[in-house]
């Protein structure tokens, strides 16, 4: 099972519309946990980075939200643009990562907005 | 300044053939990661550098997987005897600092076929 898991996995919207994206993770204790996105041929950038102790976390039309008493953690986009399709990824620094900062990604939502 | 980049971008070799993968990250980052990237996976580390210390090498699949730093800027990615299942992207990140809290920017990756 993984430590990430996130859904849908794929998801449809008309341009202008909004949509959450949700993240459920069992990594504890962790360090905090950021959402990047990853265009298709393209390296994941960072979007929103949120420590435990946050809970929300907004960069333009993006939003994060943190639960971590529940584990969940969700990524809102406000009136979609056609240059938001992409891969949305969720990826938790678990606390115990040591030197290495090993990262925990999820396995992505692909977004497809759609004029 | 420039970000991370990565050559080549596309690799298509024949199975049981070495390949290298190339990496330049952010200069003046320390930290360096390598992680692949499967068809409907999470990213996957595979190796870390940090400074002058030893690498973390244990994301590496197999001992047919290796990697360098040298001078404590480029890197380079070696796969001996390839397989099939390596076919994967490959990307680099490099980072700042070893903050949990610093963002690992991503290079473009490089896509390797193993025929």
């Known amino acids: 099972k993984n430590q990430v898991e996130q859904s849908p996995q794929s998801l449809i919207i008309l341009e202008g519309k909004n949509c959450t994206l949700q993240?459920?993770?069992?990594?504890?204790?962790?360090?905090?946990l950021r959402w990047y996105k990853q265009d298709t041929g393209r390296g994941p950038v960072s979007l929103t980075i949120?420590?435990?102790?946050?809970n929300t976390k907004s960069n333009g039309r993006y939003t994060a939200t943190l639960d971590a008493d529940t584990k969940q953690s969700s990524l809102h986009i406000t009136a979609s643009q056609l240059s938001d399709s992409a891969s949305y990824i969720c990826?938790?620094?678990?606390?115990?990562?040591?030197?290495?900062?090993?990262?925990?990604f999820g396995t992505g939502t692909l977004l497809a907005v759609q004029p | 300044g420039a970000g991370v980049s990565q050559s080549p971008s596309n690799k298509v070799t024949e199975k049981g053939k070495d390949v290298e993968l190339r990496c330049d990250p952010i200069?003046?980052?320390?930290?360096l990661y390598w992680y692949r990237q499967s068809l409907g996976q999470g990213l996957e580390f595979l190796i870390y550098?940090?400074?002058?210390?030893?690498?973390?090498k244990s994301g590496l699949p197999s001992d047919r997987f290796s990697a360098e730093r040298t001078g404590g800027s480029v890197s380079t990615l070696t796969i001996q005897r390839t397989q099939q299942e390596d076919s994967a992207v490959y990307l680099c990140?490099?980072?700042?600092?070893?903050?949990?809290?610093?963002?690992?920017?991503f290079g473009p990756g490089t896509r390797l076929t193993v025929l």
């Open positions: 550098f940090q400074g002058n210390s030893a690498p973390d």
């Open positions: 990826v938790v620094s678990p606390a115990y990562g040591g030197a290495t900062n090993k990262l925990i």
């Open positions: 990140a490099s980072r700042i600092g070893t903050a949990s809290t610093d963002t690992q920017y």
């Open positions: 200069s003046g980052h320390t930290a």
């Open positions: 993240c459920n993770y069992t990594v504890s204790p962790f360090s905090n």
């Open positions: 949120m420590t435990f102790s946050e």
